[in-house]
């Protein structure tokens, strides 16, 4: 998922201590596209997914209701819930429109938030914390809102101030040093669990085992925790 794309970097790194034989490729963006990828016969081992919904559509074991195309593509007994990250409402520097809440975005002071597509994750959880507020139509309909196809455009539409907020994961507020100004609780939207697994399509599955639970040790969660995740319960 794009939103690890920092952390994942610096584990690279790590890695090459750990497995000097190991290559490691990223293919980062939304996990909407990810999985998309992965059902048209992209070359993957191991998929970390920013939201249960993506990671289900391939496991055949998931809700019939979620993988309606029952698919089936996760190596049996290697799905984790991996980290949580929370979703954030992030502002420009400077804060230019005051805006303080989620509440806020109500109201006249905002004029255009950034939010991410329906299709990722980002965009879901923001989808909810707005229909919640009963506030998505008004925004929608008074042309508020501009999107992003994952949440590194989200991000970059909040540093360079095109918008007057976004809604993002904390770890993409962190990195790109934009001020938090709200976190959504359970109230607004539902927990942000990154799922992850094996494909049952890699073609070096023991290797992509063995980087999965490197990932789960205390050495890597430093590094998630760094930048705000954080381990799940």
Known sequence: AASMTETLTEIQEMYKEVAPNVTLVF???SSGTLKTQIQEGADCDLFISAAQKQMNQLDKDADPEVN???????????RVNLLENKVVLAVPDGNPKNIESFEDLGTDRLSLLALGNEDVPVG?????????????????????????????????????????????YATDAFSAGLTVVDQAEGDLCKQVIYPAAVLNISKNAEGAKEFLAYLQTDTCMQV??????????
């Open 27 to 29: 293919n980062v963006d």
């Open 124 to 168: 879901q959880y923001s989808t909810e914390i707005l229909t919640n507020l009963g506030i998505l139509d008004s925004l929608e309909a008074e042309g508020k809102i501009t999107y992003g196809s994952n949440v590194k455009e989200v991000t970059t539409q909040v540093s360079e101030a095109a918008a007057d907020a976004g809604i993002i």
């Open 224 to 233: 998630f925790e760094a930048v705000g995740f954080t381990a799940t319960e």
């Open 68 to 78: 309606t195309e029952g698919l089936d593509y996760v190596l049996e007994g290697t």
